[in-house]
């Protein structure tokens, strides 16, 4: 199952993702926020990020409005890679190399049709594995000897 989320920056572009996962028939399941008010972007990506780290949820999608602050939160969490791209390539790269579980986009930043092409990118890519891996492995060591 994958998850959505977004703060009011990210509102419209997280719902016209929403738009573009149904038409692709892609399960999701979209937490928020649902109306323009203003909202603080670490508790969406608290919905979202914590579910993927407890294994709740295999991946997601976040948005604010530069998707800096909510990439920044989301990553906060155990084993969450959640990368921020601006472009198809970006997204790319994010899967194929990063292994990225959550994909986050910037509602000011990014134009509808470009935040689908991203979105794309990043659902049709494949973790390359190999050396990748053995960064990745890296990272999670790294998030221990911080927690200890
Ligand atoms: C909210 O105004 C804005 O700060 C937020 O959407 C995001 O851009 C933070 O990084």
């Not at 703060?7 to 926020?33: N, V």
């Not at 791209?85 to 994909?103: C, G, R, S, V, Y």
Request: proline share 3%; charged share 20%.
């Amino acid at each position: 199952m994958m998850l959505l989320g977004s703060d009011h920056g990210g509102l419209q572009l997280k719902d016209s993702i929403a738009a573009f996962l149904r038409e692709r028939g892609i399960d999701f399941q979209d937490c928020g926020t649902f109306n323009g008010d203003s909202v603080d972007y670490p508790d969406f990506a608290e919905k979202v990020a914590g579910a993927v780290s407890r294994g709740e949820a295999a991946s997601g999608i976040l948005v604010c409005g530069t998707g800096i602050g909510i990439s920044i939160a989301a990553n906060k969490f155990p084993g969450v890679r959640a990368a921020l791209a601006t472009d198809p390539f970006m997204a790319q790269m994010a899967k194929e190399h990063n292994n990225a579980n959550i994909l986050v986009l910037g509602g000011r930043v990014t134009a509808p049709q470009k935040g689908r092409e991203i979105v794309a990118a990043w659902l049709d890519a494949t973790f390359a594995g190999g050396r990748h891996q053995a960064r990745l492995d890296k990272i999670t060591a790294l998030e221990q000897r911080c927690r200890s």
